[in-house]
């Protein structure tokens, strides 16, 4: 109770010498102020542009967070469990992952041009290393210990992999796709800020090109509203998938 | 005991005569690495284990304690001599043997009825027959009440009857257990050791158990192998006179029991005191 009192607090003040000061402490030019904001993002929620703009980069960032979680998590799961070619991959490997997939932007719009298959491509490229590398270092975590337990009970790689490393490995592929959540966010209005006509992206790029500072605002919010409500889902999806891991925070609580 | 036999499911495997020998370490040796870097675990091992037998392993930290168990597993193969079970040199990974490990490795994701129905369903039995089996078992270690709880939720205590009703599901002849190092209520500990080791001779299995604790060495083994430092070799043999039937109450005031101790607390005690005098 306390702490919600803090944070409204904080915000509503925030924002109060937002409103006040825009004008008098800063120009208003520049940082527009909280009620116009508001104003510019009814306008976009009434004529129905936010929508159709907000659908087109959700299926763009869901698509791409798809595509990309499911061939890393099984890239992921092959390569950890043959040891050899994993080995030989590694470095290669980490050298794309520490490059900054944002700039493979422009290269995209070469190959694939400003339609929407180039923001799913780059965003599902940069879900790919997230949701791979996780997937990776979760199967070679898996205990040799428990493998060989598994063995003397007359397991074949099929149980191995069926019954241990899948399951044990989901929570890893959740922190993988967890992180990618915002991530796929940015390549998806990204590319649509370097080239579209379309997406959120579009909407945030052209008010700013108009200098409409309360429109740049409002596209910002409706982003961040999108982020919330993407990782909210990946949450719950989580507790549906792994209630053990539920049961496990419960205990804690208890204690 | 009508109870046991259906646990035991079926027709029992080549079940060997009480006495034969079942695992015999022939100038055993293992070491890890190459050349003049290698790691001597253990040398020299000469060990007859005769079936139905429950023999503990002590000795001082990384004596090798743990692999002897790995071997008799065939989790890797002896560097030096090596192992034989029922008549047959261990190559590959020994079917007949259960291993719990130092960390009971139960799988959180599944609940306890599930984690003991895994050796089941690698054995590809019928749902039916799982439930009825694990149902069985769960009564056999008194987890009544707990077959839908995650790990998460068991005590110490209760996760390693879960691992062991686990371990007995697929019924291996031979049980090789790993005890981790200490716990905090040592008489609680050692009466419910007591009640397992009960449960595996009633069951008639035999067992392979290092421990790092004298008492529980002791008051569970038929017989008690102490190694030597690393490289550990065999330093004594100690045979255990007391009955089968072993109650914690009365050991405590068993001659037997206190000389056999004694004895064993003072073989342990120079290497663990003064390391520099262990044994080369």
Known sequence: MKIWLIRLVVVGGLLAVWEIGSGTLFDGYFVSRPSAIVEAFWELLTSGRLFYHAAITITEALAGFVCGGLVGATTGVLLGRNETIGKALDPIILVFYSLPKVALAPLFVIWFGIDIEMKIILTATIVFFLVFLNTYTGVRGVSRELIAIMKL?????GHILGKVVLPSV??????GLKLSVPYALIGAIVGELIAANRGLGYLLSNAAGQFNTAGVFAAIVAIVILTILLN???RLFERRVMPWQTEQQTREISI | MGQLAVVLGGEPKREACAGDTLIRFKGFGKSFGLGSGALVATRNIDLDVAAGEFVTIVGPSGCGKSTLLNAAAGIFAATAGEVVYRGTAVTGYNRNVGYMTQSDHLLPWRKVAANIALPLEIQGKSKNEINRRVDE???LVGLDRFGGSYISQLSGGMRKRCALARVLAYNPETLL???????????????????????????GKTVLFVTHDIDEAIALGD????LSGRPGTVREIITVDLPRDRDLYRLRSDPQYIA?????WNLLAPAAGRPGESRP
Do not use: N, Y
Request: proline share 4%; with cysteine.
């Open chain 1, 170 to 175: 989901v929570t890893w592929i959740f922190t």
């Open chain 1, 232 to 234: 909210l889902a990946v």
């Open chain 2, 223 to 226: 017989r008690c192998v102490v």
């Open chain 1, 153 to 157: 009970m007359g397991a074949s790689e």
């Open chain 2, 260 to 264: 056999a101790t004694g004895h064993l």
């Open chain 2, 137 to 139: 078992l769960i009564e």
């Open chain 2, 177 to 203: 257990r790993d005890e981790p190092f200490s716990a905090p209520d040592a008489q609680l500990r050692l009466s419910k050791q007591l009640e397992i080791r009960d449960l595996c001779l009633r069951l």
